[in-house]
């Protein structure tokens, strides 16, 4: 089954120090894989997305994420967490192919909380 | 316009009361999906659209829900005859075309909130 599992519900950081939030998925075929990040009462903002080219892609606010087809991951990282990143990081992915509708699937989700 | 509007921002039902709630994509994009978010976290895919024909229904609950989305209108969801488990936070998300590799662009929701 196609799934998508972010390995903790809960990171905190301190201000200037990296930021790493995991993302693994569970597929029979190369996906397409999106970072969105989420403010309280707001939308989904997309981050960056991994569309088969590079494998490492760089997204908005300084984050990026390298896509790892042997590990099934697609970490995001930063090299140093602002107070302003703190929020709810959700990954997903979308599968190619004819019979596949673009919906994305969603991760449960991890609450990012920077220190000052 | 440039962002996906979705109204109200709140909708307050009593148990057994019809919600229905609105979405108008980003002009261009043919494509409008609805997905709810119960709990501040996991989003389940209701439903698609490419234009006003439905495109992956995969997702909707057989029963009380439907959704439409009609020439120069603003799409809709509505329930019918709410239950307290519908509470949750509808997003309604647009992108350019159906492709899989396509970013969606998301609304800010409504919060819908039974009684």
């Known amino acids: 089954a196609q799934s998508v599992t972010q390995l903790g519900s809960h990171v905190s950081v301190s201000e200037g120090a990296l930021v790493l939030l995991r993302c693994n998925y569970s597929?029979?075929?190369?996906?397409?894989l999106f970072w969105y990040v989420q403010y309280p009462n707001q939308g989904l903002q997309l981050l960056l997305k991994?569309?088969?080219?590079?494998?490492l892609v760089k997204g908005i606010n300084g984050f990026e994420a390298e896509f790892k087809k042997s590990e099934t991951s697609f970490h995001l990282t930063k090299p140093s967490a602002h107070m302003s990143d703190a929020a709810e990081y959700f990954c997903?992915?979308?599968?190619?192919?004819?019979?596949?509708?673009?919906?994305?699937?969603f991760g449960q989700g991890t609450t990012l909380q920077v220190k000052p | 316009g440039e962002e996906v509007a979705q109204t109200p921002k709140h909708l307050v039902r009593g148990e057994g009361q019809k919600a229905k709630l609105y979405c108008a994509p980003i002009k261009g994009h043919s494509y409008v999906f609805w997905y709810q978010q119960v709990l501040k976290n996991e989003f389940k895919f209701l439903i698609s659209f490419q234009n006003e024909n439905v495109f992956d229904e995969t997702g909707m609950p057989k029963e009380r829900f439907s959704a439409k989305c009609l020439p120069n209108s603003p799409c809709s969801l509505e329930i019918q005859a709410t239950k307290l488990e519908d509470s949750a936070v509808y997003f309604c998300a647009s992108s350019q075309s159906g492709q899989s590799n396509q970013p969606q662009h998301f609304g800010d929701g409504t919060r819908l909130s039974i009684l």
């Open positions: 991994y569309t088969s080219a590079a494998t």
């Open positions: 597929s029979s075929v190369p996906p397409y």
């Open positions: 997903a992915v979308s599968f190619p192919g004819s019979s596949n509708t673009g919906k994305l699937i």
